[in-house]
């Protein structure tokens, strides 16, 4: 570590994954100064730089300033903020601007924004040229925690979420807490579930301890907020380091994704329903089914019921979308990517911080659960 991100307290996070690794770097106000982050793997003084119109609003002229004082060209890529931009329409026009820009394979392009910009540049990245380098500058709390680690990009098709896509790892992610500042309350909250599903898979400390500060989190605790930011990381980069390609463990992560991409899909992708909101109803079916099928404690489905709605989240699917039957979601989650030979690999758990795989849910008691559950 550096004598200046000594100075400003960064946090480093490794995702050792041999040639493919990198480091996260969390910190506050490191964008007001990006360079010393950047400068060891900028190719040449010339970068791309993509985001989202309310970002770009927000955070491009100071970046670009800074970049520009440490003599670097930014040429700026704007997408439509929200969900819709994750398709092919925004990737086609992205990859073209990228073209024109004159982009090599060795240049890196940034994105600056949520998941959206990061999943939709970090596809493009993938693809352009057969695969330029990306760097990921997330400023939502759920890209901090989730969507700018671990490589999966991609953009959704009407049959569902996420549908086309790439593994892709960024060379650098680089988080500035102090972008949390301006996020609406509800993106925030929407983020938190993100967290609140490490937690859940194999952190039941951190859940505990969630319990105690995730108020703070929520509200803007800078001390909270860089614990819960670097303690997610650190528990995504360890299941994505042991099975980066999700041939087993890595499904962990797709926690409550299973019925919460088919909840987004059934929204559509108009901002009525945010991906963070399906993940915590999503959570909370899996545990709540898991209790079902005599896995799962009651009480450990309660105990997140009750910090779900301690911290202001869904966690019903009747509290944001009506009109969703059991034969329609088991219609949408057929297009689950853990679908193999027409089973559906769930994730389960046996409690708080014990989420396990398993392809053993009998498809009438899902029909049941999902009909006690929706409407
Ligand atoms: N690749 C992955 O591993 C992964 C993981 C989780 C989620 N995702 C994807 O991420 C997407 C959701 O990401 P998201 O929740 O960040 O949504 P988002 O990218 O749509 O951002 C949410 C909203 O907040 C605005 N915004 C962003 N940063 C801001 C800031 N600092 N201040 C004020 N406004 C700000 C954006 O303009 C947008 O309107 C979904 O498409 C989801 O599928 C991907
Ligand atoms: O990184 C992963 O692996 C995840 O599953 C993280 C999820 O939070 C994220 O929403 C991811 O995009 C879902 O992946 P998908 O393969 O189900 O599309
Ligand atoms: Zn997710």
């Not at 671990?150 to 979420?161: F, L, W």
Request: charged share 20%; glycine share 10%.
């Amino acid at each position: 570590m550096t004598e200046q991100q000594q100075a400003q307290k960064i946090t480093q996070v490794p995702v050792s994954l041999g040639a493919r690794g990198y480091q996260i770097m969390i910190g506050e106000g490191l964008l007001a100064d990006p360079m010393p982050y950047l400068a060891d793997i900028l190719p040449r003084p010339k970068l791309a730089l993509v985001s989202d119109d309310v970002v770009a609003a927000r955070y491009g002229p100071a970046l670009m300033a800074a970049l520009a004082d440490g003599g670097v060209d930014v040429d700026l890529h704007v997408i439509p903020a929200g969900e819709g931009s994750k398709c092919f329409a925004e990737l086609e026009r992205l990859c073209a601007a990228l073209l024109d820009f004159g982009i090599e394979r060795s240049d890196l392009v940034m994105a600056l924004g949520g998941g959206v910009v990061g999943d939709l540049t970090g596809f493009a990245a993938s693809v352009l040229r057969r695969g330029v380098g990306v760097v990921q500058i997330p400023t939502t709390l759920l890209s901090q925690v989730d969507s700018s680690v671990g490589g999966k990009t991609g953009i959704n098709m009407a049959q569902g979420k996420n549908l086309v896509g790439a593994f892709h790892q960024p060379r650098r992610v680089l988080i500035d807490l102090a972008t949390l500042d301006s996020l609406p309350e509800r993106e925030r909250k929407a983020g938190y579930a993100e967290v609140v599903k490490y937690g859940l898979i194999d952190r039941p400390d951190f859940f505990t301890w969630l319990e105690r500060k995730g108020a703070a989190v929520l509200k803007g605790d800078k001390q909270t907020q860089a614990y819960a930011v670097a303690e997610s990381c650190r528990a995504k980069a360890a299941i994505v380091v042991a099975d980066e390609r999700e041939s087993g463990a890595r499904a962990l992560l797709n926690l409550g994704h299973s019925f919460g991409h088919a909840i987004e899909a059934f929204a559509g992708y108009d901002g009525r329903v945010l991906h963070g909101e399906a993940v915590a109803i999503g959570c909370q079916m899996a545990l709540d089914l898991s209790v079902v099928l005599e896995l799962c404690p009651k009480a450990d489905a309660d105990r997140l019921r009750r910090h779900l709605a301690e911290t202001g989240l869904p966690h019903r699917c009747t509290d944001l979308c009506t009109g969703l039957s059991a034969d329609r979601m088991m219609d949408l989650m057929a297009q689950d990517k853990k679908m193999s030979a027409g089973v559906l690999t769930f994730v389960l758990s046996r409690g708080i911080g014990q989420a396990f795989l398993s392809r053993d849910v009998p498809s009438d008691v899902l029909r049941g659960f999902l009909a006690a559950n929706l409407i």
